[in-house]
């Protein structure tokens, strides 16, 4: 839904535009003021005030800026603790998705209601269903007792003329994990004990209440301080900044940003995938009955969480992003590296201990697209080339499927004779479903690729353009590519190199 909420991306472009230019300038003294920039006036455009637009906008300036937000029990100014995170290097206090509450609209959550569109029909097929006696035919029309409802559903399923509605929170409705839950105001929460950070229900709060953290002001404070800072970037980067932007589009544009260089994360993906296939060969089905993919980090947290006790289930290569991290460290070693990607998950994997020395900062597209504009610079299409260091079943991991398909076509190359199952899915939930059915034996002697977000990372919270589009020009872009199998690479042979790393 987000790529449909045209004011609230224009809401949170401003906010990192703002943040940005306040980095590049260096000069935190105008940070006060950014509000009343983003909201000027005394006349409230999308809500009851602009007193109550600015709060909203000053609380994600902070979420921006990797500060907490702050509560409201007392006046504290939008700079409280900015010190912590006026640094040059990666700041981050869990938690990373955050609700912010006096944003949130308590919209109604797991109930039926009768809509206008309710006839009064003589069967009253939703009475005869209700196995509570919870609906009445009232002056005519059907009326639910919300007492007596206990939310089965039987009633909507039933009625001819699709009368009956079902009201769920859009966040909660998104969240395959079921971590939404309601305050006692009837406010989203997040169960942080559940929740796997893959950011879909930012992308579905349809009143902009909820939003992760950032780290774009640490990354460019960096910039500022000389240091070296190489972008690796995820293949979905394909069609986020127009149909035309080729590899060389968006290297020089990023190049005269500020970065020092840029690696596409499609070499690791190829690496990723040459470790899986041989991990597959050796361990299933003697080792273990299934083995699921590693790339998506909220997949991986989500299986890991719900079954414990087969954590060794998900593969144990590293992921796109640490093995090309890897690989420009060989070169430039004393840099900075930042993924920029779709995806908010990759800003916790980055912060774990086995990971948070390979790779500094992690931005989203989105956030890169703030920091281009408080530039005044512009990724502009003039080459749609790509160059010839990834292959196309690397740059395919930005799709569903695209991850085992790297794999099994890879087995099927060097082995003809094995017989691979693969099967993907996309969507937390259905991520979920797949996982249970794998345990119970469903799947025995599978690779299974789960995708947090629906369509894969071209649909990451941090993605700009429907991922429909982007999908389209990634998967062109795999069929395009030069070099096809993932033992193509040139950077094959690097792989247990890096592992030991």
Not at 258 to 284: Q, S, T, Y
Not at 293 to 306: D, E, G, I, Q, Y
Not at 450 to 465: E, H, K
Request: glycine share 6%.
């Amino acid at each position: 839904m987000k790529y449909e909420y045209k004011t609230l991306a224009d809401i949170r472009q401003k906010v990192f535009t703002a943040v940005s230019k306040m980095a590049f300038d260096d000069d935190l003294s105008e940070l006060a003021n950014i509000p009343y920039e983003i909201i000027p006036g005394d006349i409230a455009k999308y809500r009851e005030s602009s007193f109550l637009e600015r709060a909203i906008v000053s609380a994600r300036i902070r979420l921006a800026m990797g500060l907490n937000l702050r509560t409201n029990d007392r006046e504290r100014p939008i700079t409280e603790g900015i010190e912590e995170a006026d640094i040059p290097s990666k700041y981050y206090e869990p938690p990373l998705i955050n609700i912010i509450k006096f944003a949130c609209d308590a919209c109604p959550t797991d109930s039926y209601e009768v809509t206008n569109m309710c006839r009064g029909c003589l069967a009253h097929p939703c009475v005869e269903v209700c196995p509570k006696d919870a609906i009445h035919i009232i002056k005519g029309k059907s009326v639910i007792d919300q007492e007596k409802c206990i939310k089965c559903g039987m009633c909507a399923k039933a009625c001819p003329y699709t009368a009956i509605i079902k009201h769920e929170r859009p966040c909660a409705a998104a969240c395959g994990v079921d971590a939404i839950f309601s305050d006692e105001y009837g406010r989203a929460s997040i169960d942080y004990e559940k929740c796997v950070s893959c950011g879909m229900c930012l992308v579905n709060c349809p009143f902009g209440a909820i939003s992760d953290k950032s780290q774009i002001y640490q990354l460019i404070q960096a910039m500022n301080r000389n240091y070296d800072v190489v972008a690796i970037v995820a293949p979905s980067y394909l069609g986020q900044f127009g149909k035309n932007v080729g590899f060389n589009d968006f290297k020089t544009t990023l190049i005269k940003l500020g970065f020092k260089d840029v690696v596409e994360v499609a070499i690791g993906a190829d690496i990723c995938a040459i470790d899986e296939a041989e991990a597959f060969l050796k361990e299933v089905p003697e080792e273990m009955a299934f083995m699921g993919t590693s790339c998506c980090p909220s997949w991986s947290s989500m299986a890991k969480r719900l079954y414990p006790e087969r954590a060794d289930h998900i593969s144990m290569a590293l992921t796109p992003m640490v093995f090309a991290a890897r690989l420009v460290r060989e070169t430039y070693r004393e840099a900075k590296i930042v993924f920029i990607g779709p995806c908010s998950a990759k800003k916790l994997e980055a912060s774990r201990k086995s990971v948070r020395s390979e790779v500094d900062f992690v931005i989203t597209f989105e956030e890169l697209a703030g920091m281009l504009s408080a530039k005044d610079i512009e990724i502009r299409g003039t080459d749609k080339s790509l160059n010839d260091e990834a292959t196309g079943a690397g740059r395919g991991f930005a799709v569903s499927g695209g991850v085992s398909k790297a794999v099994a076509d890879l087995i099927k190359k060097k082995n003809p004779e094995t017989e691979i199952k693969i099967h993907n899915v996309d969507g937390l939930r259905e991520c979920r479903q797949l996982y249970q059915d794998a345990v119970k034996g469903k799947y025995d002697g599978y690779l299974l690729e789960g995708m947090a977000c629906p369509g894969g990372c071209v649909a990451g919270a941090g993605c700009i353009v429907n991922p429909v589009i982007s999908g389209s020009q990634v998967k062109a872009a795999a069929k395009g590519s030069e070099l096809k199998t993932v033992d193509e690479s040139k950077y094959a042979d690097k792989l247990y190199l890096l592992e030991g790393k």
